[in-house]
């Protein structure tokens, strides 16, 4: 194993599994910590990737799965590991980004990092430490109403310091456009300044691509995974990697289609407006109904066993932010988000169960829960529906095929287009 990653979502997983794959490394998604006694198998792909539930877990609990995982993929000989997290930064003054990242320094006993959620191909720029949505400041975009990591500081120095023992630097616009030879020195000169982590800047494709040729060596890179776009090359250029081909197309297995969304992101209520507008099948799920007990997943399964067999069904819970503060006002953020996870969850199993082995699941606690319920231990990677999502097909466990999407990513047709890479 060249690369080992650990991403502290499923849908985040994913998305660097695909950048992974695309560059040409041999790629498989874990999901959960890995065990032990899988290092062999782990051992024979260029990459792998471990997808944990852990962007919201208490911060000791984050740095322990993550430990974990990192022990293993350095057994099965991984050179350089990746902690990868949300391109828009999703954390709380806790953590876990910098509680994590500081851990694994240690285990690796490096001094240094970069951090970089920069992910320009879906509107994810850093400037001067600021994060930008598109044209909007990070504090100032819909992720000012994350119901649970809600972001309002686009400075992500201070942001990052806020949840971090070591100091946090800086290397800007100045330096990183420099090219990768001006990039390694500004970051060596941070190291040599104190910083244990270091925001870079980033705004184009091809700034991810010399942040990636600078960081080659490094023990540790950290960030979302526009930056990962850079690896591959540093293991081709050393002889180590023979790039694979990327496919095109999936071979799913067959059986119907379903839509789970529980993302209440503004790209996400765009995508099932424009499934509504074209007629696609669709139920809502009304979060206080739910939590009265007034919703239940057979209920649902056997609506969606009702519809066109031809057709995609959407079942979705994805309020406005306005809906979404009255509902945890009234029973609490943690519980209402518990609920409908657990829904989608036991929907998910039953809907498979039912024949539909095409999945598409909106939202990265949505598409964790989903894909613990199915029970599926790992996934194959397959063709990129849009910037950072693309078909997978589980490996081992229930055989479906499944897209899982973060609630940010993927053009307002999203849902309509995605099926057609199937065959």
Not at 153 to 175: A, C, I, K, M, P
Not at 277 to 286: F, N, S, T
Not at 338 to 367: H, I, N, P, Q
Not at 374 to 379: A, D, Q, S
Request: aromatic letters at 4%.
């Amino acid at each position: 194993m060249l690369l080992g990653a650990i991403a502290d979502d499923l849908t985040g997983a994913t998305d660097l599994a695909l950048m992974l794959s695309r560059g040409g490394m041999r790629t498989i998604q874990v999901i959960g910590v890995p065990r032990a006694e899988d290092v062999h198998v782990l051992s024979q792909h260029d990459a792998v990737v471990v997808a944990l539930k852990s962007r919201t877990a208490p911060p000791q609990q984050a740095v322990t799965q993550s430990l974990a995982s990192a022990d293993v993929l350095r057994e099965a000989g991984a050179h350089q590991l990746f902690f990868k997290y949300c391109s828009t930064f999703d954390s709380t003054d806790n953590g876990n980004i910098g509680p994590v990242t500081e851990a694994l320094l240690a285990f690796l006993q490096t001094s240094m990092t970069l951090a970089c959620p920069a992910f320009p191909a879906n509107g994810r720029s850093v400037y001067q430490g600021h994060l930008f949505v598109g044209d909007t400041p990070l504090a100032e975009s819909p992720m000012r109403n994350h119901p649970l990591t809600p972001m309002r500081d686009s400075n992500l120095v201070r942001v990052l310091q806020r949840q971090s023992e070591g100091s946090v630097g800086l290397v800007s616009y100045t330096s990183i456009d420099a090219g990768p030879v001006v990039i390694r020195k500004a970051l060596m000169e941070a190291a040599a300044a104190g910083h244990l982590q270091v925001i870079v800047d980033a705004l184009s494709d091809r700034h991810l691509l010399d942040i990636g040729q600078a960081a080659d060596g490094m023990p540790l890179i950290t960030g979302g995974s526009g930056v990962a776009m850079g690896l591959p090359a540093n293991f081709i250029r050393a002889g180590l990697l023979h790039p694979a081909k990327p496919s095109s197309k999936l071979d799913a297995p067959r059986g119907r289609r379903a839509i789970l969304s529980g993302s209440c992101s503004e790209a996400t209520r765009a995508q099932i407006g424009a499934a509504l507008e074209a007629g696609v099948p669709a139920r809502e799920i009304d979060a206080n109904a739910l939590i009265a007990g007034n919703v239940r997943a057979e209920d649902l399964r056997d609506w969606a066993l009702k519809q066109d067999s031809n057709r995609p069904v959407l079942i979705y819970s994805s309020a406005n932010p306005k809906i979404i503060a009255e509902v945890q006002e009234r029973h609490g953020r943690a519980e209402a988000g518990e609920a409908v996870e657990a829904l989608f969850a036991k929907l998910g199993a039953m809907l498979a169960d039912a024949g539909f082995t095409r999945l598409l699941v909106a939202g990265g606690e949505t598409s964790g829960a989903v894909v613990q319920s199915l029970n599926v231990p790992g996934l194959a990677i397959g063709p990129e529906i849009d910037p950072g999502v693309p078909w997978t097909r589980s490996s081992g466990g229930r055989d479906v095929a499944l897209a899982l999407k973060s609630g940010n990513f993927g053009a307002r047709d999203f849902f309509l287009k995605a099926w057609g890479l199937l065959q």
